[in-house]
Every structure is written in structure tokens, then in C-alpha cells.
């Protein structure tokens, strides 16, 4: 992995400002790593990198607070397994449409709703923020590798074509999504 040094960097520092105004705002802090790990784990870049994090992640949350309703309502918990087998597959159902495309974030939406008792006050801000911080992460490390390329080529002896490419920290992906 090329510019690991740089990827690292960035994390490391956005993460600790993530971690404390987390803290300071009573955020979960693990909640926004969750959507911060949407957003790289998802195939987009920038703004539409975001906005499919934010629809997949809280449409998850929807899709738990239907379990957890639904499970409530009935008495017996056969009913409570019969309302997770619909979330289910209405997660993966809901991935036809383009903006809720990503399975995945729709699943860390749901587990998350579950894990923090179904707390969605919580979980809504600070997965929407989450994905803004891999954002952040993603625009800092360019940041970081630009400058890092700018001194290699001005304190370097060897020419322009010795130095690493620029190469970027998400995989380009072409996705064709049928609506």
C-alpha cells in the first residue's frame, strides 16, 4: 500500500479529533467509526461516497426499529423472528435502488441500532457524522500525499519519473446499478 505513512497520519489525528468531540458532545464514539468505515468500505468517493454511507447506514436503522417494534408488539417471540426475517430481506431488497445500494451499510445501520440497546437518538448523529469523518480522512491523506510528493520532488536527486505515483487510498470502482 502505497503512502501508508500519509493514510496513517491523517487517521491517526482525525480520529483523536473525532474521539474528543465525540466525548465532548456525548456522541457514541464507536458509532462514528462505524460510519466512517461505511464510507471507505463503500465504493463511492466524495459527497456521493457520503450520502450512500448516510442512506444505507440509517436506512439499517429504520429496518431495527421495525424489529424492535414489531418483536415488542407480539408476545410470542416467534413473531419477533418472523419480523427480523422481513427487515432482512427488505434490507437486501432495498439495495435495487442506487442510493441504498450498499447491503453492507444497511447491515452496520441494524447491528448498530441493536448494540446500543435502540438508542437511535445516539446512533443517528453519530453515524451521520461518521461518514463525514471518512470524508475528512479521505481529503487529509490527499492533502498529505500532494505535499509529500511536492518535497519528495524538490529535496529528491533522482528524477521526476523514480518518484512513486499518486495513487489513490480508495479503489476506483465503476458501479452500474440497475434503478
Not at 503512502?3 to 474528543?20: D, E, K, N, T, Y
Not at 436503522?61 to 418483536?71: D, K, T
Request: net charge neutral; proline share 3%; glycine share 8%.
Amino acid at each position: 500500500m502505497k503512502h501508508r505513512w500519509q493514510i496513517a497520519i491523517s487517521a491517526a489525528i482525525l480520529a483523536a479529533v473525532w474521539s474528543g468531540l465525540a466525548d465532548y458532545f456525548q456522541l457514541i464514539t464507536w458509532v462514528g467509526f462505524l460510519g466512517c468505515t461505511t464510507f471507505f468500505a463503500q465504493p463511492l468517493d466524495g459527497v456521493k461516497g457520503v450520502l450512500l454511507s448516510w442512506f444505507t447506514n440509517l436506512s439499517g436503522v429504520f429496518w431495527a426499529w421495525l424489529i424492535l417494534i414489531g418483536g415488542a408488539y407480539f408476545s410470542n417471540p416467534l413473531m419477533g423472528y418472523v419480523c427480523t426475517a422481513i427487515a432482512t430481506a427488505g434490507m437486501c431488497l432495498q439495495a435495487s435502488y442506487r442510493q441504498l445500494a450498499f447491503i453492507p451499510g444497511t447491515f452496520v445501520g441494524c447491528c448498530t441500532m441493536f448494540a446500543t440497546g435502540g438508542d437511535i437518538q445516539s446512533v443517528y448523529p453519530a453515524l451521520a457524522l461518521g461518514a463525514l469523518l471518512g470524508l475528512s480522512m479521505a481529503m487529509f491523506t490527499d492533502v498529505l500525499i500532494h505535499l509529500s510528493s511536492k518535497f519528495l520532488s524538490r529535496h529528491s536527486k533522482s528524477s521526476s519519473d523514480d518518484l512513486p505515483l499518486m495513487e489513490a487510498h480508495k479503489p476506483s470502482v465503476s458501479v452500474e446499478l440497475e434503478q
